[in-house]
C-alpha cells in the first residue's frame, strides 16, 4: 500500500512538473520595470532583517511609503520609533528614543535602504545588472531572481521575490562585498493611493538634537 502511495506520489509530480510553464525571468523582469516605471506611489508594512558576518542579526519592522522621484519614508515601530525619510535630495534620519537626528544629502549618505528608494519610476533593472537568474517558490508561486551588477562595488548581488501575477516586489535582499546582507519583506502593498509630497519632507523637526549634518542642510 506504502509502495502505491509513494508512486502515485510521484507520479502526480512529474505531471506538474510537466505541465508548468518554463520560467521566463526576462520576461517577469520586463514586467517588474513596466509595472514599477508607471507607478506614482507605494504604501507597504515591512520587515527588515540585518545580518553582519559574524552571524549578528538585527530584526526591525513598520511601516514604508514611497513615491514616484526618489521619495521614501521609513516609519519603524519595532524595536523603537523612528522615521528615516527623503525628499530624493536629503536623508534624514529621526531617532525618537533619544530625541536625535541624523541629515545629509543623499549623494553623500550609505544606507542599505537607498536602492529602495529608486525603484518607483525607474525603467532600467537590466541595463543596470550584466545576469540574472531565476526560481520558482513552489510554496509561495514568488518568482525570485538574483540579479549581478555590472560593475563591482559594494554589493555582490540583488534578490527580488516577485508575484507574478501582479509583478510587485515582496522581498528584496542585497549582499554586500563584507559579507553582510539586508533583506526586506513587504506585505499589504498598496499602490497609487494619492500620497502626499508633503510625507517626505525630511526637515528635522524642533526639539530634536542633530548629530551630524551637512553645511547646507543645517540648523
Do not use: C
Not at 50 to 70: I, V
Not at 112 to 124: A, H, Q, T, V, Y
Not at 157 to 162: A, D, Q
Amino acid at each position: 500500500m506504502l509502495y502505491r502511495l509513494l508512486a502515485v506520489a510521484v507520479f502526480a509530480s512529474s505531471v506538474m512538473a510537466q505541465q508548468r510553464p518554463a520560467l521566463n525571468t526576462s520576461q517577469v523582469l520586463d514586467q517588474v520595470d513596466r509595472k514599477f516605471s508607471r507607478m506614482q506611489d507605494l504604501s507597504a508594512d515591512f520587515t527588515q532583517i540585518s545580518r553582519e558576518p559574524l552571524n549578528q542579526t538585527a530584526r526591525a519592522s513598520g511601516h514604508l511609503y514611497l513615491m514616484k522621484g526618489g521619495k521614501m519614508r521609513f516609519e519603524y515601530e519595532e524595536p523603537f520609533k523612528r522615521v528615516s525619510v527623503s525628499d530624493s535630495k536629503r536623508f534624514t534620519d529621526l531617532n525618537y528614543a533619544n530625541r536625535e537626528a541624523t541629515t545629509d544629502k543623499v549623494k553623500d549618505t550609505i544606507d542599505e535602504r537607498l536602492p529602495i528608494m529608486f525603484l518607483l519610476g525607474r525603467s532600467n533593472l537590466k541595463n543596470e545588472f550584466g545576469k540574472w537568474k531565476g526560481t520558482l517558490d513552489d510554496q509561495t508561486g514568488f518568482v525570485a531572481i538574483q540579479l549581478f551588477p555590472k560593475k563591482k562595488g559594494d554589493v555582490q548581488w540583488v534578490e527580488i521575490s516577485v508575484d507574478p501575477r501582479t509583478y510587485l516586489i515582496h522581498r528584496l535582499a542585497l549582499k554586500y562585498s563584507d559579507e553582510s546582507e539586508s533583506e526586506f519583506f513587504f506585505d499589504k502593498i498598496q499602490t497609487n493611493i494619492g500620497l502626499r509630497s508633503s510625507l517626505f519632507d525630511p526637515t528635522v523637526p524642533p526639539g530634536f538634537h542633530v548629530v551630524a549634518i551637512d553645511d547646507s542642510g543645517g540648523r
